[in-house]
């Protein structure tokens, strides 16, 4: 452990560069970080010239990125992308931008940042082509200073082809779906994604934090420079300082150690999770040249072969939830309120860690996991060398994987939330010999950037000698995606193994949809191959009945996972309903149904179920809705916590009371409908704990509209989101109304958005209107930069009320 010697220099160098430091330029910044989003020109279609000057864009559109153009598209039965990217449009387009930067900045290294563009990205800047990137998820850069034109006009030009379908096995969306920055530095910088933090030991009273960073000169003459981080807390208070100092050859870059000393480090967790900041500034003859900011958080964690995970010590199941990139109706676009929106729901329902699924997702989706307390597995890929469908990456892997696994490491290794490198999911290779190979060489790669978090893949065989992937002997920690009934015999079958279920579930419900009875589970297909006997309008029923053959129901799931007390954790497929992979059901049905909420947020029953077991909040959850036929037998099901007993009332009569037995996930009631008020307690040693109830709801009266905030941001990013729900005289939502929603907004905002949740809807995400499914729907208002109320009008049109629905604009 530390030495005292070390102790002594640390604080002997902390007490200099507190002395020395005080004379470098306070407060200034040298980064310029321009947000390069807005006044783009788009078209549709193939424009080789459009990265010349004199070529015209006068009939192509002006947009803000982000922006995905299949989200804008029709669904089409016979769309090249299919079934499994929702039957949307996909294509090529051109993006085109005009900028100027000042004369003043000709010494300067003006880099241009991509978070993602889908795919196939090719950038031209005043006719150079600066590169290409065929991997739409990765993040990338290019170093503009040598082409511009100082002072004077510059065309930006991204050629994106997404043609060639299908290449996924979900939706991906198309064009620049993520930020874009414009980073203007001095000559002497940080290079791009140049830093790294570990804390490699960690004590009560001190944690040791070290970073390595990777200092760049761009400029044609060897500089010396002096370079101090500092560590800030969450108050911004400056907590530890450390200088170094160095000389740097022309054209080149060098990496510089610092190690500082954390006094009472106060620790990252899922429920507080702390974050400090360190500050890199690179001082070149006195004068600032550069600022950097890396994350910061001080955590260790474990994975155990027989007690699972541990975080800080403690031991910790991993509660996650496996997640697509897009964001319901605004499709691929990035957006990190509507990223924050997911999180808080997955938040509030128990959830502690995030599978990205299957692919590197956005800078923001990190920074929001590290900010909120979410555990990572970040995820690299979905295929290797062999295909999963005609067109995906295995075209570009030979070329490209090496780089593309880098490059995510590079971004994502100083995110504390980070806590497992995933290099595949159900990766071809596993069943064949090629699998020990690539396995080994791209755990190599992982290593050769990160040895703080443990390598995994996502494997479906658990027969080891069918499994090559895990024959390579280079995991170190085993993922299993589904068949529950095989966990138990893990621990003998992988002595010594570290395990986590990467993948499990995969049940399916509509939200708001019964189907009764309520018992009795089905799986899909019954035979490889048979067609799914479901329901005539594409929906499956909420009682958590149905689940895909390789899958588990959610309570047959979780029931066998919080017995292993030697696995980590588990992620369940999926967080989220999302675009596409709409199995069982074919065409109409254009998303998934394996959400625990549905595309348009809306939580499904099971949500509550987790809730009840994942959280220690008091739950009482009771479905269905209460509008059905007279004398219909209904199944009642309520998930509580908290409580000894649950007792049901059916207008004010007691159907007796229940508790689950067991391993019981819920409890039910059969019972025959009769209209009124249908009422739970759950109760604690004779205590109420919560009461619930459900009201048949008479005729439509209302219009209910109610946004998620009161005021908005005029940033031109900020969302809000409206559920629009028909009521009765009384309040009471209308379970079942499917009435058409016209939307008029005006003022500060528009409506970029509507949805229901319906896997099966054929509207475009991108109309004005929206009919309810099951009750609800979402309109999703973004800010346009005006300073005016935003007016959401919502009509029927067919005699009830319109509703209107004002919003201020900050
Ligand atoms: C898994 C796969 C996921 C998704 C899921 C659907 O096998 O890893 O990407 O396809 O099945 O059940």
Known sequence: MIKHKNILQNTLIALAILLTTTSFAQGKKARIIEDFNKNWNFKLGDYPSAPQKDFSTADWRTLQLPHDWSIEGTFDKDSKTKQAQGFLPAGKGWYRKTFTVPASFKSKTISVEFDGVFKNSEVFINGHSLGIRPNGYISFSYDLSQFLNFGQPNIIAVKVDNDAQPNSRWYTGSGIYRNVRLVISEKLHVAEWGTFVTTPEIYKEKALVHLEVEV????????????????????????????????????????????????????WDTENPYLYKIITKIYEKGELADNYETPLGVRFFDFDAEKGFSLNGKPTKILGVCLHHDNGALGAVENIHALKRKLVLMKE?????????????????????????????????????????????????????????????KRD???????????????????????????????????????TRPVTSALTENVIEKNFIYQSGALDLLGFNYKHEDYKDFPTRF??????????VSALETRGHYDFPADGIKAWPPKHGAPFDGNADWTVSAFDQVKSYWGATHEENWKTIKKQDFMAGTFIWTGFDYIGEPDPYPYPARSSYFGIVDLAGFPK???????????????????????????????????????????LFLNGKSLGKKSKQNDDLHISWRIKFEPGTIKAISRKNGKVVLEKEIHTAGDAAKIDLSA?????????????????????????????????????????GKLVGVDNGYQANLDSFKASSCKLFNGKCIAIIQSIGKRETIKIKASTGNGIPDAVLELKVD
């Open 216 to 267: 760049k000169n761009d400029s044609d003459r060897e500089k010396e420079f002096i370079l101090v981080s500092t560590i800030f807390d969450k108050n911004n208070d400056d907590v530890a300082e450390v200088q170094a100092t160095g000389k740097i050859a022309a054209n080149s870059s060098s990496k510089k150690i610092q190690d500082f000393t954390l006094k009472k480090p106060k620790l």
């Open 349 to 409: 329902m128990g959830v502690n860690a995030i599978r990205m699924s299957h692919n590197p997702h956005s800078l923001e989706m990190m920074q929001l996991c590290d900010e909120m307390g979410f555990i990572v597995q970040d995820e690299a890929f979905d295929v290797w060398k062999k295909k999963k469908v005609t067109n995906d990456y295995h075209k570009d892997w030979d070329a490209w994987h090496k780089k593309d696994l880098e490059d995510f490491i």
């Open 413 to 451: 290794r100083n995110h504390p939330s980070v806590m497992m490198w995933s290099i595949g999911n159900e990766i071809r290779e596993q069943f064949d010999s090629t699998g020990i190979a690539i396995t080994k060489e791209l755990a190599k790669i992982v290593k050769s950037l990160d040895i």
């Open 495 to 504: 002595k010594g193994q570290k395990i986590i279920a990467s993948e499990s």
């Open 605 to 647: 029953d099971v949500y509550y179920m987790y809730q009840s077991e994942w959280t220690i909040k008091p739950v009482l959850h009771i479905f269905p809705h209460w509008n059905w036929a007279k004398d219909q037998e209904v199944d009642v099901w309520a998930y509580y916590n908290n409580a000894d007993e649950v007792e």
């Open 708 to 748: 998620d905030k009161k005021v908005i941001k005029n940033d031109t990013y900020d969302l809000v989101y409206v559920t629009v729900s028909i009521t009765d005289a009384a309040g009471n939502l209308l379970p079942t109304a499917n009435d058409l929603i016209n939307f008029e907004v005006s003022g500060g």
